[in-house]
């Protein structure tokens, strides 16, 4: 079974004056150890890897991995739309030491099931890293099928899981019935955390670690510790957060309430946008309510 369990955060990839701060990069890291996560991504949805250029993502995943220092597993996100890129990336992360890698599904591209096939075979060729799936249906549109990580796992003993980001719940349940609950199936959606981990997931790559990070990997170490209520109020508790880093997409409410609280520059490159007025209010009010930032 793999060890790659519990919250593993996909932490923002910072930026000031326009450039990534690796400094702050570094500083949150530490953070999220200290405050008990289980594992650290960089790189996925989270950390804006389109808007890198691909030497910028190589700096950032080293800088995560000489950070991290192996006191927790590192798994960044390495794919992207361009097959060769995603193969550079996932070799890369193999020679500076990850733990495992995150493939996503190619985006815009649209593949075929035998085109995702092909694409996550060829990489899980190049690497004997461990890999994680990352399905993303609302942000590629393309739905990894059961059938193909199925065969993926018959053909390649290092695809160990999947990241499903996906809220068909049924999808879920039924690929955990067909690959066995030693495979690593991960909620990649804030409000299915706990409901993953209760039908027998390895924990969650959940953006509300970036602002609580404490919280989110105590909800796995309730349900690892048999402490359900406990697991299911912390559920409730965390749920007008988890809303809340989504009035605008990701990262850019969870990158202005890390500024709010004095972790980074809230900076976002184009074409995401700062958060608007009205959301700006509506997360500071948030932010105190869950006490992350103080009265003024």
Request: aromatic fraction near 8%; glycine fraction near 8%; proline fraction near 5%.
């Amino acid at each position: 079974m793999s060890s790659f369990r519990g919250s593993i955060v996909p932490i923002v990839t910072p930026f000031k004056n326009g450039e990534v701060d690796y400094n702050s990069l570094s500083q949150l890291i530490e953070w999220q150890i200290a405050s008990g996560s289980h594992g650290i991504s960089v790189t996925g949805t989270t950390g804006e890897p389109s808007s890198l250029t691909i030497t910028e993502r190589k700096q950032v995943m080293k800088t995560a991995c000489e950070t991290v220092n192996g006191r927790v597993p590192f798994i960044p996100g390495t794919g992207s739309a361009n097959h060769l890129e995603t193969i550079e990336l996932s070799r890369y992360a193999e020679q500076i030491g990850a733990n495992a890698i995150m493939l996503i599904a190619p985006y815009y591209l649209r593949p075929s099931q035998e085109g995702l096939f092909q694409h996550f075979s060829q990489v899980a060729s190049q690497v004997e890293l461990p890999i994680i799936l990352y399905n993303i249906p609302g942000r590629t549109a393309v739905n990894i099928a059961i059938d193909t990580v199925a065969r993926l796992k018959e053909h390649h003993q290092n695809i160990i899981g999947v990241k499903e980001s996906n809220k068909d719940f049924e999808h879920i349940n039924r690929l955990l019935q067909r690959m066995g609950r030693d495979f690593c199936v991960y909620s990649g959606i804030e409000l299915l955390c706990f409901p993953i981990l209760a039908i027998g997931g390895a924990g969650y790559i959940s953006a509300t670690g970036n602002l609580l990070p404490t919280k989110v990997a105590n909800l796995y170490n309730f349900v690892r510790d048999n402490k359900w209520q406990q697991a299911q109020d912390l559920h409730y508790e965390m749920m007008t957060l988890n809303d809340a880093i989504f009035l605008e997409i990701n990262p850019v409410p969870v990158k202005t309430v890390l500024g709010m609280m004095g972790k980074i520059s809230p900076e976002v490159r184009l074409p995401l946008s700062a958060v608007s007025e009205e959301n700006n209010a509506k997360l500071r009010n948030i932010a105190l309510q869950y006490q992350l930032i103080a009265e003024e």
